[in-house]
């Protein structure tokens, strides 16, 4: 079982530059978030869907956007990447009322 | 505004002594809790929740989580460390199973 899948685990950007960070999960499931882990500060979530086709905001949505055009997949982009984006993101799939499944994360540094 | 508070950054505890990490909500509503582990480099992986019924929840590898209403507590509890125990730990709360409010972390050290 795959499960939730994130590409790139690495990456490192330029100021300025744009990007898109991958996710796909093949649990069928409904829901669809995307997390930054930021030391001292826990996860927080940037956007999420409920399913294809409808995305929101979370709390941290600036400078970020997403899509669903499938149930399997929902791509995080960085518009123009800025130093305090440097974080770990996360990606994560599940149910109504049931646990996350999280990807295992890409360690993004903006230089 | 909903928040989820770990009062320990920190929590270190001898080999087969019993382990609390803390875990406080104020939010509106009956939240589902969370409790997830993290191990270096690694994503979150579930270890136990709530939705509703008995108070104590028992999940992964041992765990247990207590909750208490009028605390509006749901700590995560262990009878028995292990050194393999030794990780970054995650409470949360949802309201639908798609939003997440995570806590700060715990990282818990077991000493042999």
């Known amino acids: 079982n795959a499960g939730v899948t994130q590409t790139p685990k690495f990456q490192v950007l330029k100021t300025g530059q744009s990007m898109t960070l991958q996710c796909a999960q093949d649990?069928?499931?409904?829901?669809m978030s995307w997390y930054r882990q930021d030391p001292g500060m826990g996860l927080r979530l940037i956007h999420y869907?409920?399913?294809?086709?409808?995305?929101d905001q979370g709390e941290v949505p600036n400078g970020y956007n997403v899509s669903r055009s499938t149930t399997e997949d929902f791509p995080l982009r960085l518009l123009s990447a800025a130093p305090s984006q440097t974080s770990v993101y996360f990606c994560?799939?599940?149910?109504?009322?049931?646990?996350?499944?999280f990807g295992q994360g890409t360690r993004l540094t903006v230089v | 505004a909903q928040s989820v508070a770990q009062p320990e950054d920190q929590v270190n505890v001898a080999e087969g002594n019993p382990l609390t990490v803390k875990c406080t909500y104020s939010v509106s509503g009956n939240p589902y809790l969370f409790w997830y582990v993290q191990y270096p480099n690694r994503g979150l992986q579930f270890l136990l929740k709530?939705?509703?019924?008995?108070?104590l929840v028992k999940g992964s590898y041992g765990f247990e989580a207590e909750f208490n209403k009028s605390q509006t507590s749901f700590h995560l509890k262990k009878p028995s460390a292990l050194v393999s125990d030794s990780a970054l730990y995650f409470c949360?709360?949802?309201?639908?199973?798609?939003?997440?409010?995570f806590g700060t972390g715990t990282s818990l050290t077991v000493i042999p």
């Open positions: 949360a709360v949802s309201f639908t199973g798609n939003q997440f409010y």
């Open positions: 994560a799939s599940s149910k109504w009322g049931a646990a996350a499944f």
């Open positions: 709530y939705i509703t019924g008995d108070n």
């Open positions: 869907s409920v399913g294809a086709g409808i995305t």
């Open positions: 649990m069928n499931h409904e829901y």
